[in-house]
């Protein structure tokens, strides 16, 4: 029996990372495969974070398009950019990477307290990650999503049928992902690289 984790095009566990830089493509296709994890919440209040990182995985992928050789990785996109006026990718990476930051954190928060619905643990990792970005305007759109989460079991049961192994690819996946993440924030942090987007 299929898994939302068989029919990803790409997991998080398998995108390449060659000494600490990141393969863009790779990355931006796991990306776009865990997006689709809001469409199993169910709520159209989702569709505000689905539509944000979709834009920003549009604004990635056409600079590496454009510029296969600057942009290969994340890091070499970053510094591409870096001491130019056009830091469009650069910003669509930053905020990419908050939105995964705070799925990361929300699904960490599932798996680690096994007993709290994921209203709670959405909100709590909202609180924790993306809130600090927000304004006042945007703030109250995000909160109303974390309500809108369904109930843990049924979202659970849309994941697969095989529960352990559901558990297993879930822990596998989030494990890469965090791993992922942390390599692209520290990288942000180490040059002041996010500064004033």
């Known amino acids: 029996m299929s898994t939302f984790f068989d029919e990803m095009k790409l997991s998080f566990a398998d995108v390449k ?5 990141i393969d863009t493509n790779d990355f931006l296709i796991a990306s776009e495969s865990l997006i689709k994890l809001f469409d199993l919440l169910g709520s159209s209040a989702f569709a505000v974070v689905q539509n944000d ?17 600057k ?11 870096a001491g ?5 990718a650069t910003q669509g990476l930053l905020w990419l990477s908050r939105g995964l930051q705070f799925t990361a954190q929300a699904m960490r928060e ?6 709290s619905e994921m209203t709670t643990t959405f909100t709590d990792a909202y609180g924790k990650t993306l809130s600090q970005y927000h304004g006042m305007l945007v703030k109250p759109i995000f909160r109303l999503a ?3 989460c369904p109930y843990r ?11 352990e192994k559901v558990e297993q690819q879930l822990k596998t996946w989030l494990a890469a992902l965090e791993e992922i993440v942390k390599i692209i924030m520290d990288f942000f942090t180490s040059g002041n690289y996010g500064k004033g987007l």
């Open 17 to 21: 990372v060659t000494d600490g830089k």
């Open 53 to 69: 990182m979709t834009g920003n995985v549009t604004k990635v992928r056409a600079k590496l398009l454009a510029e296969p050789a």
């Open 71 to 81: 942009a290969a990785t994340l890091q070499d996109l970053i510094l591409s950019e």
């Open 84 to 88: 130019t006026k056009n830091k469009t």
């Open 110 to 115: 599932t798996v680690n307290n096994p007993t």
């Open 146 to 148: 974390m309500k809108a």
């Open 153 to 163: 079991k049924d979202f659970f049961a849309k994941l697969g049928a095989d529960q």
